[in-house]
């Protein structure tokens, strides 16, 4: 199959042969891996037991999908990925705003994966066949992983999509055996001596819900569109592809999560996940543990390395997108190395997510207004003017940028991280909630209500476009061409 040739660039029509299955199947399939299922671990290691980490789990999935699921309509409509189409809203060079934070999402979250993936792989290997747990071993084991991700990332969306269809009933099979697996030392107790991480049940119950139910379908919220940019609004209406998001969503986070949560329940995970993971895994299911490690990371962090291509070559239009996705590669690995071998585990990855979801959140109500208030009509042409580097357009505003929407984020980010919880770092405005964290409601309050108040009196950004008629054999070739 031939190295995929589109970058952030609009997507012909003859092209966009998707489905909303196949969106199903890339939100399932690649969501089954360690670098997903750790986040199950997450309630348990705050001190939660099963049924408070379930119910964090499920309430946190389902505000964050409900939330982020319309994303995914605004690339059916504009043709090209979320961060240009939110040019519509923030202008041509605002639209940075949207690739600056994909693109730390998904570094972010393809060196967890991969760091995960590569402990358990080392992990299994050890017991498996005596191999040493050193740290040349680990490093070995990291760019292999991080070598095979990035060939399937410079391939592209297609044999992504091949190798998520595979994974979503493969990596089913093996964590349903894994079920089995860990079942004779499953409990509901929370590990023995821990407590609650914030002191309180409900404190400790919300941090969980946000931090590892909520930041699941958030770290999504730039990458929906590399996806529904494939699929024709043509041939498949906006409902079924927005129940296919919600479906692959729920779905594809909350199974492997919830994995997590049982599993750790089952070895006593505290403070770390992957080894004691590996430690109380039965001997014969090495070997599916070990599969699951290596397949999963490489498919999870391949889309999720995808997606940082398209960022980058978003920010440096110059760079085509298989020299953006090499570059994120070498960062990703770099970043993974980091987390072995200097940060404490659970700090660092709830710090992360907190305070991505703190400045993401804001960014994803202001598109999905803007999606609302043009109806999902979008001008093709205008927001590529950036990539092409000229000048002008509907959505120039001034300079490229919108700056009532720039302000409208700037306020809810700032106004989020002032009241985020992270084991590293308290925001002032906790002593006025209870210490509870409910900094993505705030921010996303904040940056809605001043978006809205901003461009109260302005006109729809976009008024309605007559959609192209379908090219012609004659024309379709000639694009093509």
Request: proline content about 5%.
């Amino acid at each position: 199959m031939p190295i995929e040739q589109r970058g952030v660039d609009t997507i012909p029509d003859e092209e966009r042969t998707s489905g909303p299955r196949d969106l199903v199947s890339i939100l399932l399939g690649s969501n089954l891996a360690l670098g997903v299922v750790i986040f199950g671990w997450l309630p348990v290691s705050f001190g939660l037991g099963f049924w408070p980490s379930v119910t964090s789990l499920v309430a946190g999935t389902l505000v964050g999908t409900l939330l982020t699921a319309p994303l995914a309509l605004v690339s059916l409509r504009s043709a090209t990925n979320l961060s240009t189409s939110s040019g519509a809203h923030f202008g041509v060079r605002g639209r940075l705003i949207g690739s600056v934070i994909g693109l730390l999402l998904s570094l972010g979250y393809t060196a967890l994966t991969l760091w995960v993936g590569g402990d358990a792989v080392v992990g299994c290997l050890h017991r498996l066949t005596g191999l040493p747990t050193g740290g040349g071993t680990y490093a070995l084991v990291y760019a292999l992983l991080a070598g095979a991700t990035a060939v399937g990332a410079v391939y592209g969306y297609r044999v992504l999509l091949r190798l998520s269809k595979v994974l979503a009933v493969g990596l089913t099979l093996l964590l349903a055996v894994g079920i089995v697996a860990y079942s004779a030392t499953f409990t509901t107790a929370a590990p023995h001596g821990s407590s609650y991480l914030l002191g309180g049940f409900w404190q400790t119950w919300l941090l969980a819900a946000v931090s590892a139910g909520l930041s699941g379908p958030i770290a999504f919220i730039t990458l929906l569109g590399d996806y529904s940019r494939y699929i024709s609004p043509r041939r498949h209406s906006s409902k079924k592809v927005f129940g296919a998001t919600c479906l692959g969503l729920v779905v594809g986070l909350l199974v492997p999560q919830l994995f997590g949560t049982f599993t750790a329940l089952a070895v006593g995970a505290g403070e770390d996940y992957a080894g004691p993971l590996v430690a109380g895994a039965p001997f014969w299911y090495l070997a599916l543990l070990l599969l699951n490690a290596s397949a999963g990371s490489v498919g999870n962090s391949g889309l999720m390395l995808y997606s940082m291509g398209l960022d980058l070559d978003a920010i440096l239009p110059r760079a085509t997108r298989t020299q953006a996705t090499y570059v994120v590669a070498a960062l990703a690995t770099a970043l993974v190395y980091a987390g072995h071998f200097l940060w404490a585990a659970q700090d660092a990855m709830t710090s992360f997510v907190l305070l991505m979801t703190a400045v993401g959140t804001p960014w994803a109500v202001i598109t999905v207004i803007g999606f609302i208030r043009c109806r999902g009509a979008y001008d093709a042409e205008s927001l590529q003017v950036y990539n092409r580097g000229t000048r002008g357009g509907r959505y120039w505003f001034t300079g490229g940028w919108s700056v009532r929407a720039a302000v409208a984020w700037a306020l809810g980010s700032v106004v989020g991280l002032m009241a985020v919880a992270t084991p590293l770092y308290e925001g002032p405005l906790l002593a006025y909630t209870g210490g509870i964290d409910v900094s993505f409601l705030l921010a996303a309050a904040v940056a809605g209500a001043a978006y809205l108040a901003l461009t109260a009196r302005d006109p729809r950004p976009v008024p309605a476009l007559r959609p192209r008629p379908p090219a012609s054999p004659a024309e379709a070739s000639a694009e093509v061409g």
